[in-house]
Structure formats: C-alpha cells, structure tokens
C-alpha cells in the first residue's frame, strides 16, 4: 500500500488537482504508519501522533505538498470532523497538538486508493491509445470524463 502512495503519477495527481486536497492530507497522515518514517513521531496511547512541522517534513520526503501554514491545520480539522484522523492537546505533548490517522481513515483510504489508482491506469491508457484511434478532441473529453469519476469517488 505504501508503495501505491508514493508512485509519481499518484503523487502527481494528489499534488496538481486541488479537489484532492483532502485526500492528500489523508494519504500523508497514513504514511506516517510506515516504519521508517513513523520513528520521527511520539507514541502515545498506541498510536503514533506527529505535530504539524514533523507532518511537513515526511511531505517533503515523501513530495507531497504540504502547506504548514493554517490551510493544514484546517483540512486535517475538517478530516478530523468526519473521524479519518484525531488529535491529542494535553500534558503529554505539552499542550502543542499532534495528529493521527484514526482506523477509519485507514479503512476508507485502503478503499478508495485502489479505486483512484485503477483510474490514473486508465487515464494513462487513454492518453497512450486514443491519440491513433480518434482525433485529440476526442481524447480530452474522454479524459476530462475519466477525471469527473476520479473526483466523485474522492471527495468526502
């Protein structure tokens, strides 16, 4: 699964098309459960947390884009909202907020990974193959359709 989240044209694809964005966020906070790359958080109540600045870090890593400005706080509040990662703000992190993936957003990004990643394979196939069997006007609408599913499958 690790391996799906970091291939170029998935990274590509999360980073350009802005209706992605919280998928993004979403797939960064699961790669934090890699073990390479979960040694740079704190563990605690079974979970490994990660404040802000060690999320965009592993973004840089890993190229994902990550802004660290308040656009990140918001989009992992609003992930937050619908259960796919948590927080944890008390003593033991000295009050500074640290986030997680919870086991839903887990759940819910093993699902629909597979589902995007079978259709950037077949917008790749159609960029390959259309061009010689129609015009290219053809080709983009075909695209542009392939890409509406894409976004409907992914937004929350």
């Known amino acids: 699964m690790y391996s799906v989240l970091l291939r170029p044209d998935v990274v590509h694809e999360l980073n350009t098309n802005r209706k992605m964005e919280k998928t993004r966020y979403l797939c960064l906070m699961f790669l934090t459960t890699m073990p390479l790359l979960r040694v740079n958080g704190t563990f605690i ?9 060690q999320l965009e870090a592993i973004a840089d890593q ?8 308040r656009v990140a706080t918001e989009v992992l509040v609003k992930l937050e909202a619908v ?3 948590g927080r944890i703000c008390d003593e033991r992190v000295d009050f500074r907020t640290q986030w997680y993936i919870t086991e839903k957003g887990t759940a819910e990004l093993e699902g629909g990974i597979a589902s995007l ?5 077949r917008i ?15 080709v983009d609408g075909v695209i542009s359709l392939i890409e509406e599913e894409t976004r409907k499958l992914i937004e929350y």
Not at 62 to 69: C, K, M, P, R
Not at 124 to 138: F, H
């Open 45 to 53: 109540d079974e979970k490994w947390t990660f404040y802000r600045k």
């Open 62 to 69: 890993v190229g994902y884009d990550f802004e660290y400005t």
């Open 83 to 85: 259960g796919l990662v």
């Open 117 to 121: 990643v079978m259709l950037l394979d």
């Open 124 to 138: 790749s196939t159609v960029r390959k193959e259309a061009p010689r069997l129609r015009g290219l006007s053809d």
